[in-house]
T-cell receptor
């Protein structure tokens, strides 16, 4: 089955630790995205990548880093510089980034920093 | 980005049609109208999108006003599995820079379906 996988589903970390969230897709999509969702809120864009070895900051990139070494993988690292890292993190992909393309979302990772 | 306005919540009974409205009075000629929904503790799911003409797919129908300042997502027969937050989103054809491909989610409409 084609789709997007994110692991783990739940993640707990101590304050001050970096943590990396996994996102893999087998849809052969060029574009990938990371969003953050806080309780009762809509999604906000953290980073996006249009193609392998290229990525751009979104609206709330501070305290986060990404890499795009392979087409199917777009891991997100939440660094200790992120002041409020507890949130629901969602990865998405699309064929391209145009307005006529739908985005496919993974199941999300719920990160809790203690 | 052009903004959308949706009711905070709506209720429906199972097997009845549901009409979810969205106002987008500042829409530009190059904005596509997208609808996504999000079930509790899951990632959003694409529902439908359109530009000017009404659209139908296996999940829903999208009715777009002639002046494009409003649209309505129609679920023809609501089921309990349709209970979710529904988001109406505008996406500009010419969006670039940090807007590339971005979906800007508002508060959405919480749809409750009663058995």
């Amino acid at each position: 089955d084609g789709g997007i996988t994110q692991s783990p589903k739940y993640l707990f970390r101590k304050e001050g630790q970096n943590v990396t969230l996994s996102c893999e897709q087998n849809l052969n999509h060029d574009a990938m995205y990371w969003y953050r969702q806080d309780p009762g809120q809509g999604l906000r864009l953290i980073y996006y990548s249009q193609i392998v070895n290229d990525f751009q900051k979104g609206d709330i990139a501070e305290g986060y880093s990404v890499s795009r070494e392979k087409k199917e993988s777009f891991p997100l690292t939440v660094t200790s510089a992120q002041k409020n890292p507890t949130a629901f993190y969602l990865c998405a992909s699309s064929i391209g980034g145009t307005a006529n393309n739908e985005q496919f979302f993974g199941p999300g990772t719920r990160l809790t920093v203690l | 980005d052009a903004k959308t306005t949706q009711p905070n919540s709506m209720e429906s009974n199972e097997e009845e049609p549901v009409h979810l409205p969205c106002n987008h009075s500042t829409i530009s000629g190059t904005d596509y109208i997208h609808w996504y929904r999000q079930l509790p503790s899951q990632g959003p799911e694409y529902v439908i999108h359109g530009l000017t003409s009404n659209v139908n797919n296996r999940m829903a129908s999208l009715a777009i006003a002639e002046d494009r300042k409003s649209s309505t997502l129609i679920l023809h027969r609501a089921t309990l599995r349709d209970a979710a937050v529904y988001y109406c989103i505008l996406r500009d054809v010419f969006a670039g820079g940090t807007s590339y491909g971005k979906l800007t989610f508002g508060q959405g409409t919480i749809l409750t379906v009663h058995p």
